[in-house]
């Protein structure tokens, strides 16, 4: 994991790689934190990398801004994904302000 990135997003990225069967279940093999994607000023963009395919994980910038609105972001994402709009959303914990897509 990148030395740069915070402590308590090295540790979210961590717990959701170390979950990959819940959203990855055709990989053989834990996929890996392969860097961090520019932009994004409420949220870090990284880039997970496995043997099959790629994601896109976007951890929200501590602390959460007062009007963060993870959970409808997801939806509004699930909504587009159903229209063919956008990628599906594998993973989403508007808590800690994670979404997870391909």
Same mark, same amino acid.
């Given at each position: 994991?990148?030395?740069?990135?915070?402590?308590?997003?090295?540790?979210? $990225?961590?717990?959701?790689?170390d979950?990959?069967?819940?959203?990855?279940? %055709?990989?053989?093999?834990?996929?890996?934190?392969? *860097?961090?994607l520019?932009? *994004?000023?409420?949220?870090?963009?990284?880039?997970?990398?496995?043997?099959? %395919? %790629?994601?896109?994980?976007?951890?929200?910038?501590?602390?959460?801004?007062?009007?963060?609105?993870?959970?409808?972001?997801?939806? $509004?994402?699930?909504?587009?994904?159903?229209? *063919?709009?956008?990628?599906?959303?594998?993973?989403?914990?508007?808590?800690?302000g994670?979404?997870?897509?391909?």
């Open positions: 994991m990148a030395a740069e990135l915070p402590q308590r997003d090295r540790e979210l $990225i961590d717990q959701v790689l979950d990959f069967r819940r959203w990855a279940p %055709r990989e053989a093999q834990r996929p890996v934190f392969a *860097g961090e520019r932009g *994004g000023h409420s949220h870090r963009t990284v880039l997970l990398r496995g043997e099959r %395919r %790629r994601w896109v994980l976007r951890v929200a910038r501590q602390p959460l801004p007062r009007d963060a609105c993870h959970d409808r972001e997801r939806q $509004i994402q699930q909504t587009a994904a159903a229209a *063919g709009l956008a990628p599906p959303v594998l993973l989403a914990d508007p808590g800690q994670l979404l997870l897509c391909p």
